[in-house]
């Protein structure tokens, strides 16, 4: 059965400073991964989609990264901004689950002016 | 371009009475879900929609709930009755061809 673990559950960092979200899921066997973002009380932003034959892909300041042979993935934010507080979910669609999303718990990012 | 549009947004009911929920997807995306989010966790899927057929609804506790999805566009979403360990974030979403998933706001359940 896929997991995926998303570490730290928490962070709070000063503005201006870039920052990497960690992402890891047991099984190999991935059709594409997706990050999205969550503000309180709102619904989920897609924000990077990296398909399994993908290494990486790029949105502004934002760099996503997929290592499928290790089952993980990870969310570079450069110059990070207050307005980046939110949390940062990372969810994988299994190879021949036809759609199917698999969520981490979400890392909760708080940037402090 | 609209996105996916949920309503109500919001809804406090007592316990064992139902609720209902809808879902209007982005204009020609052939495949429609709903998770549930509960509070510090990342979604779940209740059940997923290809056209107007449900073809995972394996997650569905089918005793309570119950989905359809009228001419392969709309789709509601229905708890009856409702229990305490409902109240969660009923997210739709929708697709095309399984790229992408845009989300809706969600709505918001408390079960009193």
């Known amino acids: 059965k896929q997991e995926v673990t998303q570490i730290p559950a928490a962070l709070s960092v000063p503005e201006g400073e870039n920052l990497v979200l960690n992402c890891s899921f047991t099984?190999?066997?991935?059709?594409?991964l997706q990050w999205f973002r969550q503000d309180p009380g709102k619904g989920l932003t897609s924000l990077l989609l990296?398909?399994?034959?993908?290494r990486e892909q790029t949105s502004g300041r934002l760099n996503a990264s997929l290592d499928k042979s290790s089952g993980r993935s990870t969310l570079y934010i450069a110059a990070s901004q207050p307005g980046d507080s939110a949390t940062y979910l990372c969810?994988?669609?299994?190879?021949?689950?036809?759609?199917?999303?698999?969520f981490g718990k979400g890392t909760k990012l708080s940037v402090k002016p | 371009e609209a996105g996916v549009v949920q309503s109500p947004r919001y809804k406090i009911i007592e316990k064992k009475q139902p609720v209902a929920f809808w879902c209007n997807p982005i204009?020609?995306?052939?495949?429609l879900y709903w998770y549930r989010q509960n509070l510090g966790q990342g979604p779940e899927l209740l059940i997923r929609?290809?056209?107007?057929?449900?073809?995972?609804d394996s997650q569905l506790p089918k005793d309570r709930f119950s989905a359809e999805r009228l001419k392969g566009v709309d789709s509601t979403l229905k708890i009856q009755p409702a229990e305490l360990g409902d109240s969660a974030v009923y997210l739709c979403?929708?697709?095309?061809?399984?790229?992408?998933?845009?989300f809706g706001e969600g709505s918001w359940l408390t079960v009193v």
């Open positions: 990296i398909q399994s034959s993908q």
């Open positions: 099984d190999s066997a991935i059709y594409n």
């Open positions: 929609y290809e056209n107007e057929e449900a073809v995972d």
């Open positions: 969810a994988v669609r299994p190879s021949g689950s036809q759609g199917n999303l698999i």
């Open positions: 204009s020609g995306h052939n495949t």
């Open positions: 979403a929708s697709s095309l061809e399984g790229n992408t998933i845009y």
